[in-house]
């Protein structure tokens, strides 16, 4: 898989983040079983009402317009960040950068980002220098990769068999 940097909305992810603390629990419903959360009908006018006085939809705008999608999936992803997500369980800081810990092990999972903008969100949220998300550019399967190559070795009598496929 080849990945690059997507435009940069460190600004959005920071201006959201001070939103988010504006809602009350009859704005959100929260799943803890499967980690999801969502708006309520209360919450979706008051995150519209936000969003329209701090300029980052318009006035006259609805908060599910087609335009307004990148700001709504940033807000999901802020409200994930702040009521789903506990530092030092979920997520740890270290030398200023926000790292994943391994629900398993406990450990530090260096070089792992969360995907979907909710990596940045964690990071405004953190008050921390919010990076850039990837996308990918590019992906191929395995099959497909192996079939570029000339040849290919197997290792069993049993794999064998499988090698032509």
Request: aromatic letters at 8%; hydrophobic letters at 35%.
């Amino acid at each position: 898989m080849i990945s690059g940097p997507t435009e940069d909305n460190s600004e959005l992810y920071h201006t959201i983040d001070k939103l988010i603390p504006n809602l009350i629990a009859s704005d959100y419903e929260i799943d803890e079983k499967t980690r999801h959360i969502s708006l309520t009908e209360d919450g979706m006018t008051n995150v519209e009402n936000l969003l329209k006085k701090h300029k980052l939809i318009e006035a006259a705008g609805n908060l599910y317009d087609l335009e307004n999608v990148p700001v709504i999936h940033h807000v999901n992803q802020a409200l994930k960040a702040h009521k789903l997500f506990t530092k030092d369980i979920d997520y740890m800081l270290s030398n200023n950068q926000l790292l994943i810990v391994d629900e398993f092990t406990g450990r530090a999972l260096e070089g792992r980002r969360y995907s979907e903008g909710l990596h940045q969100a964690l990071e405004a949220k953190e008050g921390l220098k919010v990076e850039n998300e990837n996308q990918t550019l590019a992906s191929i399967t395995f099959q497909n990769y192996f079939r570029f190559l000339d040849f290919l070795f197997c290792q069993s009598e049993i794999t064998l068999m499988s090698c032509y496929d």
